[in-house]
T-cell receptor, first 116, second 113 residues
């Protein structure tokens, strides 16, 4: 079974530029998550999708971050314009729909973003 | 989600058992205890979860205190590949479908050969 695919693995941009990350979840997984992991910290949830609808985006900085999952499968996360503090690893995860407290999330390897 | 407390780091020798503690004194009756780990340069991966009873799987065992205020992840025979950051996370039944994981800083497990 293929895992969660993310691209690119690495990205270097200058501040005020824009960047986009792509995620392909495990086949059949209805729920998709984006997390931000700053160096030395645990991942922090940015947004959760159920199919193509947003379930939770309370921690997404909406002035510069946006995400979409138009057909309920692949997803893209965009930052525009990027700031120095956006340097982090961006992780995508997916899970099957089921009992929420027992859902297992499967993570991709992440995209490491460096903003100069 | 309720808060958990873990040691910042632990060290163990290869081929010996490892006991990773987690305190969660404010756990509610519907909170499940989940463990994930993150190997270097990888995304987190699921290890094990439980509610009240001790649990075993091919990766590890989870021992849950009778009052559920603490739990211990047990790696029965650590290998160098088990060197990772281990996260203890509480998850409740959720409201409105929101079930994102709330990670702390976790325990950095160092395995000595």
């Amino acid at each position: 079974e293929a895992g969660v695919a993310q691209s690119p693995r690495y990205k270097i941009i200058e501040k005020r530029q824009s960047v986009a990350f792509w995620c392909n979840p495990i086949s059949g997984h209805a729920t998709l998550y984006w997390y931000q992991q700053i160096l030395g910290q645990g991942p922090k949830l940015l947004i959760q999708f159920q199919n193509n609808g947003v379930v939770d985006d309370s921690q997404l900085p909406k002035d510069r971050f946006s995400a979409e999952r138009l057909k309920g499968v692949d997803s893209t996360l965009k930052i525009q314009p990027a700031k120095l503090e956006d340097s982090a690893v961006y992780l995508c995860a997916s899970s099957q729909k089921g009992l929420l407290a027992q859902n297992i999330q499967y993570f991709g390897a992440g995209t490491r973003l460096s903003v100069l | 989600d309720a808060k958990t407390t873990q040691p910042n780091s632990m060290e163990s020798n290869e081929e010996e058992p490892v006991h990773l503690p987690c305190n969660h004194s404010t756990i509610s009756g519907t909170d499940y205890i989940h463990w994930y780990r993150q190997l270097p340069s990888q995304g987190p991966e699921y290890v094990i979860h439980g509610l009240t009873s001790n649990v075993n799987n091919r990766m590890a065992s989870l021992a849950i205190a009778e009052d559920r205020k603490s739990s211990t992840l047990i790696l029965h025979r650590a290998t160098l590949r088990d060197a990772a950051v281990y996260y203890c996370i509480l998850r409740d039944l959720g409201t409105g479908g929101a079930d994102g994981l709330t990670f702390g800083k976790g325990t950095h497990l160092i395995i000595q050969p």
